[in-house]
């Protein structure tokens, strides 16, 4: 592929940055530069966000039901491009062209559930709720609204708002991650192709810098947003103290209790899906198991198993089972994670440190890694790893176990394994986390459900798709009117 410049999409033309700032974007598995895309300065985010202004009026009038028009174009072109879109993700973001697929397959089914906006967005109304008043709330779109994204996920989270902020009658701007911004770059080509008015949907790429302005620009009335903790925390601060409405999602640490009673080759191979899938760089990573009992002894071995025989290398190579980290400075960070880990006391059961691939020498290589007796009170107990590193606790009772689920900040998944209903009822109801896994190693709520983090993994009140996205990207207008009979001409 050859090395280019990236361009951002405003007011409906594809437009060069004239940054002095450029970042080069890099095949993880290669190390080798693919393109080059701009820190967009101030300016061209005012520019994007005042075209989104200028098309709000005509856009917020166009009938919702012809509104969700490109959206289904655009449903059929994903379809059409799932190949080439899955091998772009494949190639800046590393993961199997499998999980590219499957991450894009969440992604479409957003499209296709905003598609449902007619009935998503009705309010609701009483007559009489005095004699002869009538009272009713209407749904009403924001205006501009923005959404900033991260790097694992570059084809799907933008999918998570774009289509329900846009279907619901904003003009809405992304700001993808600036590791990953080649996907997004396909995914405007088809928006383009799709026919939405131009000033609908701009993509703006940039750092932090570029999300500052979004934060502070007075014409951008919500911000939607993905990533780290620290700068989700950060984004919400500042977003809502400027009196934004903002949705952010946070960082993860999700353990996964494995009961005695729990099928264990089913387990297990669910588990270092979770685990060890998109090599641990997803939020929805099991990444702590907690053993109940005498589930301890075989679960270790056969994880052990599977961890160290799992297929690491290019994400385009068929026989690959798990890609690389996503660059030079996040192999460093996990691997010295993993080293605090052991000095912490944890033994390295299966040690994926200092690993080649054949033929990618120059990749960013972690294998599989499992560390076991990782205290609860440890600091890399409480540390998002964000790699294939998968931490064992062990606990003797499904009380014990289930608070060691809850000794911890996050809240974003918590999931069980067991045969048995009540326990299964006894973990739903108890777990201090808003996905909740039975029998599942990935809980990624669909399209059609909320994308439900609680504590330090999500900062605001509504979550991602769905519903939420509706009422997130709407603001509700209540109507209470009296149309007595003696003031209209009689007929
Ligand atoms: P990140 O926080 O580094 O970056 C996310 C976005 O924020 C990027 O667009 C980036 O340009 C921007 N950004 C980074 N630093 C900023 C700053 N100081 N000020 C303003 N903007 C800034 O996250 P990442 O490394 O791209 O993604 C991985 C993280 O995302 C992990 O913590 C993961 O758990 C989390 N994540 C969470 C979910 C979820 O649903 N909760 C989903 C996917 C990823």
Redesign the pocket.
């Known amino acids: 592929m050859p090395n280019y410049q990236l361009l951002n999409y405003i007011g409906g033309e594809w437009k060069r940055s004239s940054a002095s700032e450029m970042l080069d974007v890099i095949n993880p598995a290669t190390a080798q530069t693919i393109a080059t895309v701009a820190l967009s300065p101030a300016a061209e985010v005012d520019e994007a966000v005042q075209k989104a202004q200028t098309a709000y009026n005509g856009w917020r009038a166009t009938p919702v039901g012809d509104r969700i028009q490109p959206l289904f174009r655009l449903k059929m072109l994903l379809e059409e491009h799932l190949d080439e879109i899955a091998r772009t993700i494949t190639e800046e973001c590393g993961k199997t062209y499998k999980e590219s697929i499957g991450e894009m397959r969440r992604g479409i089914e957003n499209v296709e559930v905003a598609c449902g906006a007619p009935i998503l967005m009705q309010g609701y109304n009483n007559e009489d709720i005095a004699s002869g008043i009538d009272e009713h709330m209407i749904r009403q779109p924001l205006g501009v609204v923005a959404a ?6 570059p084809g799907m ?1 933008p999918l ?1 708002f774009l289509p329900y902020a846009v279907a619901t009658g904003n003009c809405f701007i992304l ?6 911004p080649m996907t997004t770059q396909k995914l405007f080509g088809l928006i383009e192709k799709a026919g939405f008015p131009a000033g609908v949907l701009q993509l703006v790429n ?7 302005t979004l ?1 502070d620009h007075p014409l951008v009335r919500a911000i939607s ?8 925390k ?2 919400y601060s500042r977003a809502t103290a400027n009196g934004k409405r903002a949705q952010c ?4 640490k999700n353990p996964t209790v494995i009961m005695p009673d729990a099928d264990l080759e089913t387990s297990t191979r669910i588990m270092a899906d979770s685990a060890f899938g998109c090599a641990g ?4 990573a099991s990444s702590v198991a907690i053993t109940v009992g005498n589930a301890r002894a075989p679960f270790l071995e056969q994880m052990s198993d599977i961890a160290s025989s799992r297929k690491v290398g290019y994400g385009l190579d068929a026989a690959t089972e798990m890609g690389p980290v ?1 660059n030079a400075k ?1 192999k460093e960070r996990i691997e010295g994670l993993i080293a605090k880990g052991e000095a912490e006391g944890a033994q390295v059961i299966v040690d994926g440190r200092q690993k080649k691939v054949q033929g990618y020498e120059d990749g960013y290589w972690v294998f599989p890694t499992i560390l076991d007796n990782v205290h609860p009170d440890s600091s890399l107990a409480h540390t ?1 790893i ?1 790699g294939p590193v998968l931490s064992l606790m062990h606990a003797q009772t499904v009380d014990e176990a289930i608070a060691l689920v809850n000794n911890r900040a996050f809240g ?1 998944m918590a999931c069980i394994f067991t045969a048995s209903g009540a326990v299964a009822r006894q973990f739903r109801y108890g777990a201090d986390a808003g996905n909740i896994g039975i029998n599942i190693g990935v809980a990624a709520p669909m399209a059609f459900f909320p ?1 439900s ?1 609680w504590n330090e ?2 900062f605001g009140d509504l979550h ?1 798709q769905s519903r939420h996205g509706v009422e997130f990207y709407t603001q509700t207008k209540v109507v209470v009117e009296r149309w007595p009979k003696e003031w209209s001409r009689q007929f």
């Open positions: 900033i994204t991260p790097f694992n996920f989270i998570w700001k993808p991650s600036e590791k990953v940039g750092g932090a810098e570029t999300v500052n934060l947003f993905v990533g780290s903790t620290p700068v989700a950060y984004v999602q946070g960082g993860a760089q997803r939020c929805l996503i996040s998002e964000f974003n994308f983090g993994s999500f991602a």
